[in-house]
């Protein structure tokens, strides 16, 4: 789905994205806003000046605190920026918090930005963006549709002769995609 909303973006947008995963640890906020500042500033080489005279001839460090103060000053700059954060839901609780009280203040400010969480509904997800735009793809059958093409191919890639095998690691795969 994100790949999809990346490639109708691109070309009207400054699209900025970050893709979380289960894996990671420590402070996803700031993960995400380094991220973010780094994408801006590769679009965008005049933020370079900002970035320099502001942060690094003061000898600011690059703390929390400096990249939430940082990053309205480039989205200021740059004009009609996306901001995609993707698998929100995999992080810890306590960090998806963090996560969308940062980006939803971002968006009180006076930015062009607008932010799309792409993200299995969560509760606590749910409770912070209610009231504000959604999509849902609950029930869908486009979406299971692909999520079986999806097993279908990664299936296909185990190596084995036993097509038996393969055909029932599918199914059962399918069956677990489809909450069975």
Known sequence: ICS?????????????????????????CGQVLRTVALQLLRR????????TNQYVYPGSSCSLAQLRNLLPQMLEVTKSTRIVIDGLDECSEE????????FLRLLRKEV???IIIASRREV???????????????????VDSDIRQYIK????????????????????????????
């Open 153 to 180: 191919y990664q299936v296909g890639l185990i190596r084995t002769s036993d097509s038996d095998l393969r055909q029932k690691i599918e199914t059962i795969l399918v069956e677990k995609s489809n909450g069975n």
């Open 124 to 142: 606590k997800i749910a409770e912070r963006l209610s009231g504000r735009p959604q999509i849902k793809l609950d029930d869908r059958e486009e």
């Open 4 to 28: 999809y909303i990346l490639q109708s973006l691109e070309g009207k947008y400054h699209v900025c994205y970050y893709f979380c995963n289960s894996a990671e640890a420590g402070n996803i």
């Open 112 to 114: 062009n930005c607008k």
């Open 44 to 51: 965008n080489v005049d933020l370079a000046s900002l970035v």
């Open 95 to 102: 960090s998806q918090m963090i996560v969308l009280k940062d």
